[in-house]
């Protein structure tokens, strides 16, 4: 069983930048994928970004101009480098892992570990 510790939320302003942390333990990681997922406050829980530990990544559309996903293979990291944040950017974000295929990777029903999140708050 995968084991997912986020870091790096925190409170920020408007414009400022943002790197979350999704720290992997637990298993190997030839077929893994790991995404992020964000869920703002009264809001579904929508995709934010995913990749393939093999390789192959996609952000959702109206963040890819703001938002990278990368991993560090030496520390099993994966991180969320957010950009140019705005208030409508404020939620709770979950990294999550499981075995989806490239196009699936959006769906967080493919996903079978979560970790226990790290907020994110932006001000204007």
């Known amino acids: 069983q995968v084991q997912l510790t986020e870091s790096g939320g925190g409170s920020v302003q408007a414009g400022d930048s943002l790197r979350l942390a999704c720290a992997i333990s637990?298993?190997?990681?030839?077929?893994?994928?790991v995404g992020w997922f964000r869920q703002p406050p009264g809001k579904e829980r929508e995709f934010v970004a995913a990749?393939?530990?093999?390789?192959?990544?996609t952000t959702a559309d109206s963040m890819r101009d703001r938002f990278a996903i990368s991993k560090d293979n030496t520390k099993n990291t994966v991180y969320l480098q957010m950009n140019s944040l705005t208030p409508e950017d404020t939620a709770a974000y979950y990294c999550?892992?499981?075995?989806?295929?490239?196009?699936?990777?959006?769906?967080?029903?493919?996903?079978?570990?979560w970790g226990p999140g790290t907020q994110v708050t932006v001000s204007s």
């Open positions: 637990g298993r190997t990681f030839g077929r893994l994928a």
């Open positions: 999550a892992a499981g075995s989806p295929i490239l196009s699936a990777l959006p769906l967080a029903g493919q996903y079978n570990s």
């Open positions: 990749l393939r530990w093999s390789g192959g990544s």
